[in-house]
RNA sequence: GACCCUAUCAUCUAGCGGUUAGGAUACGGCCCUCUCAAGGCCGGUACACGGGUUCAAAUCCCGUUAGGGUCGCCA
C-alpha cells in the first residue's frame, strides 16, 4: 500500500506505535500478580451479570494484590447514554468493587494507562491501524452495507459460510489505483484486517475455565477501523488489553469464538496476548427452556431489581460467590464472621461451565443467613437507607422510632445459630412489624374472631380480660408464661402437650390456644416471633388496649 | 444451516477409572415448642440415551438427543 493512499486514509498526524508503547511502560509487577478488568459499554442499565463478572475479575486481580481497572467501551457511539458510567461505577461501588484505575462516576481518568474510555483513544488505535496498512496486514473495503446484505443472502441461499471471506472478500484484492480511484472519489470505507487464517484448520485455545477448546482459525476479513474512525471491540480489546498491561481477560462466553480472530491481531500486531477465561451467561426458565437473562425482557437482569426489592448488597456478593465456586458455602459455614471477600476464590475451578439458573430460592435462602449475622443497628441503618429511597413514608417511620426498632428487630436475635432468620430483603421489613404501630395494625374484631374460631367471642373475652389484669410488664417470661397456663387450667385448657395430645377431647383447647387468644388481639396475627418479647416491647398501656376486644 | 461448548437430584454443584455417588437450597416427616421462624435429627429424588475401551466407567472414546453460544461498520 503506497504512502499516498495511507495519506489520504489517515490525513491527521498520528503518534507512531513506537511513541505509544513509550507512553504505555510494562506494569513492573512480581511473578503472579495478576491485572484484570472490567470493560462495560456505557449504555445506561447495568446487568447482574456485569456485576458477576466484575466481581470475579475483581477477586482474580486483587488476591494477588494486582490491578482492576475499569475501562468505557463506548466505540458504539449510537448506544451511548450520558451518565452511564455513574450508573457503572455506582453499581459496582454498592457492592464493594472498586477499580484501582479507569474511569470514575463522572467518566474521568484516573491512574497512569488512560485514557480508558475508548472514544479518546481514537489515535492511538489509528497508529496500529495505520502500522497494519503499511504493513500490508489490512485494507481499506468500499462494499456498502447494502452490498454487503445482498452478499450474506447469497451466501444463505447457496448454503455457504457466510462472511467477508475468500472470494467474498471484494476488496482484499483491490490495485492501488482502484482504492485511489475510490478515496479521490470520497467513497465511504472501512478498514479490514487481512486475514490469513485457513477455516479448516483448529488451533487449541487454552481457556482458563473452559479449558482446552479446539476452534476453526479465522479466515473473515474483519471490520476493525468503522466507517465513523473508531475501532470495533476486536480491535480495541487488543490494543487496549496490550497496552494496558491485562494479563487475564475473563469475560462472557459471548466472546469463544472470536478468541482465534483476537489471537490473531496480537500476533498481527506483534504482541503476547493474555489468557483468557469465558463465564456462561446467568440464565433463566422461560417457556421451559433456559435461556440468558436478558435486560429487555426480564426486570431481574438489571442490577437495580435487587435494589428496589432491597436485597442486601452482601447476600448478592455471596450468591455470586457460591455460583463461581461451589464450596463457598462451605467455606462460609467454616468461617461465619469473615467478610465475603476474604473468601479465596479459585477461579481455575470456576463452576458454572453451562450457564447457571439464577436461583432466587437459593439467592433468599443466602440473604436470610446473611441478615441473621447482622445486629438490629446494622438492619435497621440498612432497611433506613433502603426506605429513604423507595419508601420515604416507611423511612419517616423509622426515624422517628430509631430505639423503638431497633428493640423490635433485636427480637430472637444475636442468639448464635439461633437467630430468627425471616428477613431476606429490606422490603420485607414493614409488613413484618407493621403491628407495632396502631395506625398499621388495622385488623378488625370480626377477623380476629375468624383467627380464633372455634373460640366463642366470650372465651375470647374471658381470657383477655382475666389476663390483662394480671400482666405485669416486669415479669419474667417462666412467670407470664405462669399466668398462661394459670388461665389455661382454670377454664378447662391442657397445660401439658403431651396429655392434651393423647386426649383432646378431655379438653376444651391448650395452652396453645389460649397463648394464640393474645397474640391475636395483640398483633391481629396469629403467627408472630415470641410474644413475651412482644409485650414488653409495645408495654402494658398498649397491650392492655389491645386486649380489650 | 455451519462451527464451538455443555450434559450428575427440582435447583446450584462435588466427583477427575474402584465412593453405600457427597454437600447446599427446596420439599416431606419427627423432635423442640405459646404460634411462626430458627435449631436438631431423619427421609425421598440424579449420573440424558445408545454403543464401545477396561477386571472395573458418572469419570476415557464414538455416536444420538437436548440445551447454550457464535456467525454485524453491537459490544
Known amino acids: 500500500m503506497t504512502p499516498e493512499i495511507i495519506n489520504l486514509i489517515f490525513p491527521n498526524p498520528l503518534p507512531t506505535p513506537a511513541e505509544i508503547e513509550a507512553r504505555y511502560p510494562r506494569r513492573n509487577l512480581p511473578e503472579g500478580v495478576r491485572v484484570t478488568r472490567i470493560a462495560p459499554s456505557p449504555t445506561g442499565k447495568m446487568h447482574v451479570g456485569n456485576v458477576y463478572t466484575a466481581l470475579l475479575n475483581e477477586r482474580i486481580a486483587h488476591q494477588t494484590n494486582g490491578v482492576f481497572f475499569l475501562r468505557a467501551e463506548d466505540t458504539d457511539q449510537e448506544r451511548k447514554v450520558d451518565g452511564a458510567m455513574k450508573i457503572i461505577v455506582n453499581s459496582l ?8 484505575e479507569g474511569v470514575d462516576k463522572d467518566g474521568k481518568d484516573f491512574g497512569a494507562y488512560g485514557p480508558y474510555t475508548q472514544s479518546e483513544r481514537r489515535d492511538i488505535y489509528q497508529a496500529y491501524i495505520k502500522s497494519l496498512l503499511e504493513k500490508g496486514l489490512a485494507y481499506p473495503c468500499f462494499c456498502a452495507a447494502e452490498d454487503l446484505d445482498i452478499m450474506r443472502k447469497i451466501q444463505e441461499k447457496t448454503s455457504v459460510r457466510p462472511g467477508y471471506y475468500g472470494k ?168 461465619p464472621d469473615k467478610p465475603a471477600f476474604d473468601f479465596p476464590v479459585n477461579f481455575n475451578k470456576v463452576s458454572n461451565a453451562a450457564g447457571a439458573l439464577f436461583d432466587f430460592v437459593k439467592l433468599n435462602s443466602i440473604a436470610k443467613d446473611v441478615v441473621a449475622r447482622m445486629s ?43 437467630s430468627r432468620k425471616d428477613i431476606v430483603k429490606w422490603d420485607d421489613v414493614e409488613q413484618d412489624i407493621a403491628y407495632f404501630f396502631d395506625d398499621l395494625l388495622t385488623v378488625s374484631p370480626a377477623e380476629k374472631a375468624a383467627l380464633l374460631a372455634p373460640l366463642t367471642e366470650s372465651d375470647i373475652r374471658l381470657i383477655a ?85
Open 93 to 100: 461501588g454498592r457492592y464493594g468493587i472498586f477499580a484501582d
Open 376 to 418: 438490629a443497628e446494622q438492619v435497621y441503618d440498612a432497611v433506613l437507607a433502603w426506605a429513604t429511597d423507595y419508601r420515604p413514608t416507611f423511612a419517616e417511620r423509622l426515624k422517628a422510632n430509631r430505639e423503638y426498632v431497633i428493640r423490635i428487630l433485636d427480637i430472637e436475635r444475636n442468639i448464635g445459630k439461633k
Open 168 to 335: 467474498y472478500a471484494k476488496c482484499r484484492n483491490l490495485t492501488d489505483e482502484q482504492i485511489l480511484e475510490n478515496l479521490k472519489a470520497g467513497k465511504p470505507f472501512v478498514i479490514r484486517f487481512k486475514s490469513s487464517g485457513d477455516n479448516n484448520k483448529r488451533m487449541i485455545i487454552k481457556d482458563l475455565i473452559k479449558g482446552d477448546m479446539a476452534l476453526p482459525e479465522n479466515d473473515i476479513d474483519v471490520v476493525i477501523m468503522k466507517g465513523d474512525g473508531l475501532p470495533t471491540y476486536h480491535f480495541a480489546h487488543a490494543v487496549d488489553d496490550h497496552l494496558m498491561g491485562t494479563t487475564h481477560v475473563i469475560r462472557g462466553d459471548e466472546w469463544v469464538s472470536s478468541i482465534p480472530l483476537h489471537i490473531q491481531l496480537f500476533v498481527a500486531l506483534g504482541w503476547k496476548a493474555p489468557k483468557y477465561g469465558h463465564i456462561a451467561p446467568l440464565q433463566k426458565i422461560d417457556n421451559g427452556n433456559k435461556r440468558k437473562l436478558s435486560k429487555r425482557h426480564d426486570p431481574e437482569a438489571c442490577i437495580t431489581y435487587f435494589w428496589e426489592k432491597g436485597y442486601p448488597e452482601n447476600a448478592l456478593i455471596e450468591y455470586m460467590l457460591n455460583l463461581i465456586n461451589a464450596s463457598f458455602e462451605d467455606w462460609r459455614r467454616n468461617n
Open 465 to 549: 380480660d382475666e389476663f390483662a389484669a394480671i400482666y405485669q410488664p416486669a415479669d419474667d417470661k417462666e412467670t407470664w408464661f405462669a399466668h398462661i397456663k394459670a388461665i389455661a387450667e382454670k377454664h378447662g385448657f391442657a397445660t401439658d402437650m403431651k396429655a392434651y395430645k393423647e386426649n383432646p377431647a378431655a379438653f376444651k383447647g391448650s395452652v396453645s390456644d389460649v397463648a394464640k387468644v393474645l397474640r391475636v388481639l395483640v398483633t391481629g396475627r396469629d403467627k408472630t416471633p415470641d410474644l413475651y418479647e412482644i409485650m414488653r416491647i409495645l408495654g402494658a398501656d398498649k397491650v392492655r388496649a389491645r386486649l380489650a376486644f
